[in-house]
């Protein structure tokens, strides 16, 4: 009977798997070896080991052959090449997956963490959540997705700076929360600091703090953002909006764990683990003289990359259900769901400003809708390609020759949408009017103004 801690490392590669045997003996590990799945089937009873290593590809059958063959959790090898093949494993039941070429230590950690959280049968321990979204309030079963949430698990139980990247609207802070509450310091309450919205000169003030007498209008001492923070989280957000010397200060806070106030001569240790994010390229404002060379590298430790939604395939309409059914629940309407044409719209569109854009256009459609479906109309978005091709063969010309009077402009609005709506589409509405496609349904709104259905071909 094999005893607790067994382990068994499927690998072809004789180098490998001998450097894996070793590496595992040393951490206590009793190591079995086998060179092909039909090997380790054939030579052992594969449902006795806490942990089976296998690579993904193998002479014969893959490794992920094993996932069907025994209850004991698998843990995937596989090459940086082929990570979206292992996101598939973990689909078709892997426990996880670890590239190669792979770290000591997180190889060790990974299979630890298995058999700490894993019964002898191979399912998840009782109220273990692996397989759910780490991040609260997101949805996603996509390749990339899988990853974020994987990776995000990885470095919550770490104490290293974690760099999130993401345009604006997919998401980024409800990461850094994920990473904070799956820490060690989930009792403190993280702190989240918006670079873009505060002031350049008082940034420095409101993130490290200032003593009485520092600068005009320094009446009191004030204890900073990153002090606030000690024995927690720092979110800072959009962090390539920090000025020059607010990033001095920021490195200073990395590199030597203290900070000083703004007017003081005495600095103060502090223990801050930071999360950043931006949707800039860092390196190239690091090019353009716009960000800290030291400081890029002092974040760019871990970085988490959360894809666009136009990137996400399936999970577009996936994530549009959901936020239908949360915001009928949050505005206590009747429960509705999307016409056909409205679900071929959402799919369509490209979704610029990503989840956020999605959840507002939702909320505006539940609002204004009367029936129990929400139509393509109260989306207020259109096929992006068609409007392209319209785009390219129009030139935006202004048609407000001559000045109207500011009383009469609601009035010549009206008219003018009822009058042209038939022939125009709503961009080309938009740029005659001089206004931009969002405001241009905000006064539909306002005015209540409908717009007119496309007569079917």
């Not at 606030?228 to 490195?251: M, V």
């Not at 679900?343 to 369509?348: E, N």
């Amino acid at each position: 009977m094999i005893s607790t801690n067994q382990v068994l490392v499927v690998e072809d590669e004789e180098v490998i798997r001998t450097s894996l045997r070793r590496l595992l003996e040393r951490h206590d590990y009793e190591v079995s070896e086998a060179g092909t799945v039909k090997e380790s089937m054939e030579k052992y009873d594969i449902d006795n080991f806490d942990v089976i290593i296998s690579d993904l590809r193998l002479p014969g059958a893959p490794g992920t052959d094993l996932i069907k063959a025994t209850k004991t959790p698998v843990l995937i090898m596989t090459s940086y090449s082929s990570i979206r093949s292992a996101i598939d494993s973990m689909k078709m039941g892997a426990v996880d997956y670890i590239a190669k070429p792979f770290e000591h230590n997180e190889i060790i950690e990974t299979v630890a963490k298995i058999i700490r959280e894993r019964g002898r049968d191979g399912k998840p321990a009782s109220n273990d959540n692996e397989h759910e979204p780490p991040v609260h309030g997101m949805i996603g079963s996509c390749p990339q997705m899988m990853e974020l949430f994987r990776r995000t698990r990885k470095v919550a139980q770490t104490n290293s700076t974690v760099l999130i990247n993401g345009e604006s609207g997919t998401g980024k802070e409800l990461v850094a929360r994920a990473i904070h509450n799956l820490s060690s310091r989930e009792s403190q309450e993280m702190i989240s600091v918006n670079c873009a919205a505060i002031p350049e000169n008082l940034i420095e003030s409101e993130l490290f703090g200032h003593e009485k007498g520092a600068f005009t209008g320094a009446t009191a001492t004030r204890t900073g953002l990153v002090e606030a923070a000690n024995s927690s989280t720092l979110f800072l957000d959009e962090i390539g909006e920090l000025p020059l010397e607010a990033q001095a200060r920021l490195l200073r806070v990395l590199q030597e764990n203290e900070i000083r106030k703004v007017g003081s001569v005495q600095s103060r240790k502090v223990d801050v683990r930071l999360v950043a994010a931006t949707h800039r390229d860092l390196k190239q404002l690091v090019i353009d003289g716009y960000f800290r060379e030291d400081l890029y590298y002092r974040i760019n430790v871990m970085t988490l990359i959360i894809p666009p939604l136009r990137d996400r395939g399936n999970d577009i309409l996936e994530l549009a259900d959901t936020i239908l059914q949360r915001t009928c629940t949050r505005l206590k309407t009747t429960m509705r769901s999307f016409s056909d044409g409205a679900s071929r719209a959402i799919a369509k569109y490209t979704w610029p400003g990503n989840v956020r854009e999605l959840e507002n256009a939702i909320e505006r459609a539940v609002v204004l809708a009367e029936g129990d479906k929400i139509g393509e109309e109260l989306l207020a978005i259109e096929d992006e390609i068609a409007e392209a091709e319209l785009d390219s063969k129009q030139q935006a010309t202004p048609i407000l020759a001559e000045p109207i009077e500011e009383l009469s402009l609601e009035d010549y609005f009206q008219r003018f949408v009822v009058e042209h709506q038939g022939s125009m589409n709503e961009t080309q509405l938009a740029k005659k009017l001089g206004i931009s496609r969002k405001c241009l349904w905000e006064r539909r709104q306002r005015f209540g103004i409908p717009r007119k259905k496309k007569l079917a071909v």
